[in-house]
Structures are given as structure tokens and as C-alpha cells.
């Protein structure tokens, strides 16, 4: 007769298949761990290079500098503006 492997034993080893089940469960959640830790010192949840953003305007002059990814939302960071240049007038 072969035994279902998915009932509790008693023999040769006591076992419980119900705590089995929830053991291999956080065994699988487990696994992912790593995933969400370099996930987060890339930047996903924070400062990194998954959520820097720029953003600037069409000539250029202006630019800013900001994190997407934030915990209380965006907010500029940097904010840099290109000076024109001067003209230089010639008196006759």
C-alpha cells in the first residue's frame, strides 16, 4: 500500500505536514529577500540611480535635479540656471 505523502507520519520520523507546509511557505518568502535589499541600495525605495530624475527646460538654461522616488514625494534637489552671456555693445 503507498502512503500519502501529504498526511502527517509517525513513523519512521514524527512528522506535521500542516507546520511543513507553513515552514516551506517561509522558506519561499525567504527567497526574496535578496530581491527587495538590492533593490533598495539601487535606489528604488530612496536616493539611488533608479530614482534620480533631471529635468530641464527647452534652451537649456535651467535645469533641476530631483529623487522620484521619495517617501514624503518629489522634491528638487538641485537647481542650476546658465547665465547668458553678456553682450557687448560697441559705442561709435
Known amino acids: 500500500m503507498a502512503e500519502n505523502e501529504n498526511q502527517s507520519r509517525h513513523y519512521p ?6 507546520w511543513q507546509r507553513i515552514k ?8 526574496t529577500l535578496p530581491l527587495i535589499v538590492a ?8 536616493k539611488g540611480w ?3 530624475q533631471s529635468i530641464a527646460s527647452p534652451d537649456k538654461r535651467l535645469r533641476g535635479d530631483y529623487y522620484q522616488l521619495r517617501r514624503r514625494g518629489p522634491q528638487l534637489d538641485n537647481i542650476q540656471l546658465q547665465p547668458q552671456p553678456l553682450a ?3 559705442y561709435p
Not at 520520523?13 to 500542516?18: H, L, S
Not at 533593490?39 to 530612496?46: E, Q, R, T
Open 13 to 18: 520520523v514524527k512528522e506535521n505536514m500542516r
Open 24 to 31: 516551506w511557505c517561509i522558506q519561499h518568502a525567504g527567497f
Open 39 to 46: 533593490a533598495g541600495a539601487a535606489g528604488l525605495f530612496s
Open 50 to 52: 533608479l530614482s534620480n
Open 88 to 90: 557687448l555693445f560697441t
